[in-house]
């Protein structure tokens, strides 16, 4: 019987989430409370999931950043991949949430998040392009048990859907939190969630 296992982590809380600012492509540092979790995050891997085999991370710095503890802490290095970055939000990015209310088309967003084509940006269709591309890619390479992965809410809402057969949903039905941990559970060809959005 072949198991795998990949490790799902949003990035710590960043000075845009703390701010409520809408952060695509922009490149905000995480707080004083984003390294915290990231340590709590790397403490909860290391105690429970090793030997972790490989980390992935967005290349953005609030996800690099995050990827940067728990490698230290698992002592493994890190590989980092333009196609776990999120969703380029064009014309919204940095934009404070309360005052996107008022945009133009954010009725059409709230309805459709996930079909919906961000002004001058990209639709998140195209994030869950990039994230399908990565997961057959990752699991072309038999060189590995335990995956981590560090990213951002849309790629990480587009792993679960794909195992939970729910990938052309309009939104998700869960949340993820920063630095939160979900795992997908691989038995042969058998995929399951075994673990969704735990915040150590």
């Given amino acids: ?28 540092d995480l707080t004083r409370n984003g390294y915290r979790q990231a340590k709590k995050a790397s403490q909860f891997i ?3 999931y090793m030997p972790v085999d490989i980390l992935y991370t967005s290349p953005l710095k609030r996800a690099f950043q995050t990827a940067d503890i728990i490698a230290g ?5 890190l590989k980092k ?38 002004p001058g940006g990209e639709s998140p269709q195209d994030v ?10 990752l699991h072309l390479d038999s060189g590995w048990n335990n995956a981590v992965i560090v990213s951002h809410y849309t790629p990480i809402a587009f792993f679960i859907l794909s195992i939970l057969g729910n990938g052309s949903d309009t939104a998700s039905r869960f949340k993820i939190d920063n630095a939160a941990l979900s795992v997908i559970e691989k038995i042969n060809d058998f995929e399951y969630i075994g673990m969704l959005n735990y915040v150590p």
């Fill in 73 to 77: 802490h698992v002592k493994t290095s």
């Fill in 1 to 28: 019987m072949k198991s795998k296992r990949i490790i799902l982590i949003r990035h710590g809380e960043s000075t845009a989430n703390k701010n409520r600012i809408l952060t695509g492509r922009s490149d905000p």
């Fill in 46 to 48: 290391k105690n429970r």
């Fill in 128 to 137: 869950k392009k990039r994230v399908m591309a990565f997961k057959e890619k």
């Fill in 81 to 118: 991949t333009e196609l776990l970055i999120e969703t380029d939000f064009g014309n919204w990015e940095g934009m404070d949430k309360n005052d996107l209310s008022l945009e133009p088309g954010w009725d059409r967003y709230i309805k459709d998040p996930f079909h919906f084509q961000f």
